[in-house]
């Protein structure tokens, strides 16, 4: 009968060590589910660092501003912008003007036209002569040096043409670059009989037109023609003759092609970077 308290005794302490080992066993486990947990929060935060690091290149600010443009850009750009009337156009409008008459010159004002430094003649003297400067006219209206034609720029970019007749004789015409209306057709009252001479020579020898020149400059070189001139080829004596082509392109540089007038092949190519 004494034996049944020690059986108690080593159940109870049985139980006892069970229980202690149970508990230990529980705090173990919830140890390794918190590291667990914190590994998987600390994967999920590198994740998401690594992401952050990615998506900034995605959603980048807006592209830097375009580089500035130099004056002679910015005065190209301020021109072409405004001009609706094609080089194209613009010739043809010119030749309409003179009875038989073939383009030597067509040249978009405002756009690298250092060599036109004379003021044009007023509109409607035939020979080109000024009437009077500052002498106001009886009717109290401008007289003709004031006229709108007279003033270049005053209705917008214009394109200047020369148009010549089979003996040379040179004709101006102005044209309106943005509606294409004929400001002022005259003759140019500044040629000799030298300069006409010269002017037929060189038609003469032009077998191919400014249209096929440009045509061929822009095929070189994607952009707007702004000037189209029929000149000597560098280093000739008159027995070669060229179409200078001026060639804007979408960053406003210009560069001008030579281009043989009898076959259309480029002879000289020379980049304005400024």
Excluded: Y
Excluded at 6 to 30: Q, V, Y
């Amino acid at each position: 009968m004494r034996l049944e308290p020690r059986r108690k005794n080593r159940l109870s302490l049985r139980s006892r060590n069970l229980r202690a080992t149970g508990a230990a066993a529980c705090l173990a486990a919830a140890a390794l589910l918190l590291t667990s947990c914190g590994q998987s929060s600390d994967s999920a935060t590198s994740a998401a660092t690594e992401a952050a690091k990615v998506l900034p290149q995605r959603t980048t600010a807006s592209p830097s501003a375009t580089a500035d443009l130099t004056e002679d850009q910015q005065e190209r750009k301020s021109v072409l912008d405004a001009t609706k009337v094609t080089f194209d156009d613009a010739a043809t409008t010119a030749v309409g003007e003179v009875a038989g008459g073939k383009l030597v010159d067509l040249d978009l004002e405002g756009v690298d036209d250092d060599d036109r430094d004379e003021s044009p003649s007023p509109t409607g003297s035939p020979t080109g002569s000024p009437s009077p400067t500052g002498s106001p006219s009886p009717t109290g209206s401008p007289t003709a040096t004031g006229s709108p034609s007279a003033s270049p720029g005053a209705d917008g970019p214009v394109w200047v043409a020369e148009v010549a007749e089979k003996d040379g004789t040179v004709h101006t015409v102005r044209i309106n670059a943005v509606d294409g209306k004929v400001i002022e057709a005259r003759v140019d009252a500044d040629q000799d009989a030298e300069d006409r001479k010269q002017t037929a020579d060189r038609l003469a020898q032009a077998t191919q037109t400014p249209e096929q020149a440009a045509k061929v400059a822009t095929e070189k070189k994607k952009g707007t023609v702004t000037s189209v001139s029929l000149d000597e080829a560098d280093g000739n004596d008159g027995n070669s003759v060229v179409w200078s082509v001026d060639v804007v392109g979408s960053d406003w540089k210009k560069t001008t092609f030579d281009v043989d007038a009898k076959n259309d092949t480029i002879v000289r190519e020379e980049s304005d970077n400024d």
